[in-house]
């Protein structure tokens, strides 16, 4: 991947992902914000913790599976120890059996920035949920419709085939970048297209962006993040992922839940239920699906270009970029 050259005054137009709409001015005066994010597996946990100890941050968390109770090994969450390091937001929020929205996030982190900032310390959006992550950078205005039972049951007892092509068909946008694979994410975009009457990909507006953001992500060679990938997946294993997916199911949690909780519990799910020959064969597919969603993670992230890229763990430069955007941060303010 090239390296960015540029700094992180951009002009607004850049937006995290495809589509956005130009010209949004940033207010006077906006307060910082450091965001480190990026592709699994690529350290934007240990990157936040570091930069987080050096800068008198605290770290709130913008990964869209961490926000539940319960997801701990499958999900990576930082340890407990991790946590003790410096503070963490936004872990273990919302019941496993909740649906955690984009527009519940975002309110809930830019009241926990604002409550950082309010302390005097710095603020860091660490993960690598880019719906979460544009959500809080471009303050993204999200439509607030509240789950419909009755809708939600119809569309459920429907075929995954059926309600893609019905999402093709009301709002292609949102069709072509959605988790195809995960039925909740398109009962969802089409419960949106269903209430409101309009697509759910043209309810997402951009208002002034609240915070001054400096993005910050971590670049490895391809084959070097799949070797990150695959290890970590061995390690998760070997520290009890499926013994967790076992516990989920015994605490009530449905198999079809287990399939929009990411990849990780959706096959890990699928060999409890004989779907696979082996345990090796499952852990298998697993790496060869996270390397897919890896490079949709990358294809989404390359298109920012206030994206600063880091080459490696390369604590130094980041160290660097942070002092310098506080730096300028600061004659703006005084000046």
């Keep these: 991947m090239k390296q960015s050259n540029q700094g992180p005054h951009k002009e607004p137009g850049h937006r995290l992902g495809p589509g956005r709409p130009q010209g ?19 350290g934007k946990s240990a990157l936040g913790i570091v930069l987080a100890q050096r800068f008198s941050g605290e770290i709130v968390s913008a990964d869209s599976r961490q926000v539940y109770r319960g997801l701990d090994i499958g999900t990576a ?24 929205t984009v527009a519940q996030f975002r309110q809930q982190a830019i009241t926990e920035i604002d409550d950082i900032l309010a302390r005097g310390h710095l603020p860091l959006l660490v993960g690598g949920s880019p719906h979460y992550i544009q959500a809080v950078v471009d303050n993204l ?72 953001s400096l993005l910050l992500s971590i670049h490895w060679p391809r084959e070097v993040l799949y070797q990150r990938i695959d290890m970590r997946v061995d390690e998760r294993m070997q520290q009890g992922m499926v013994q967790e997916v ?7 949690i449905s198999h079809e839940r287990l399939e929009a909780l990411g990849l990780e519990y959706r096959f890990i799910s699928r060999w409890l239920r004989g779907e696979f020959i082996s345990e090796a064969e499952m852990v298998q597919r697993l790496k060869y699906a996270i390397h897919d969603f ?25 160290e660097a970029e942070v002092r310098q955007f506080l730096q300028l941060e600061h004659n703006n303010h005084v000046s």
């Excluded at 429907?158 to 093709?168: F, H």
């Excluded at 516990?247 to 009530?252: A, I, S």
């Design 24 to 42: 949004s001015p940033l207010r006077e005066r906006t307060s910082p914000l450091i965001v480190v994010l990026g592709p699994t597996a690529s």
């Design 77 to 100: 969450k930082v340890s407990l120890e991790e946590q003790a390091l410096v503070p963490h937001h936004l872990l273990d929020v919302a019941d496993v059996q909740e649906i955690y």
């Design 141 to 212: 205005d999200i439509p607030s419709i509240p789950p419909q039972p009755a809708l939600r049951a119809e569309l459920e007892a429907r075929s995954l085939p059926d309600l893609l092509t019905q999402l093709e068909q009301l709002d292609p946008a949102s069709a072509a970048s959605i988790d195809r694979n995960n039925p909740r994410r398109v009962i969802r975009a089409l419960e949106v297209c269903l209430v409101s009457g309009k697509p759910f990909s043209e309810q997402k507006r951009m208002a002034a962006p609240l915070y001054n």
């Design 246 to 252: 076992r516990n989920l199911l015994e605490q009530g």
């Design 294 to 318: 890896t490079r949709r993670q990358l294809t989404w992230f390359r298109k920012d270009s206030r994206i600063i890229w880091l080459e490696g763990m390369d604590i130094g430069r980041a």
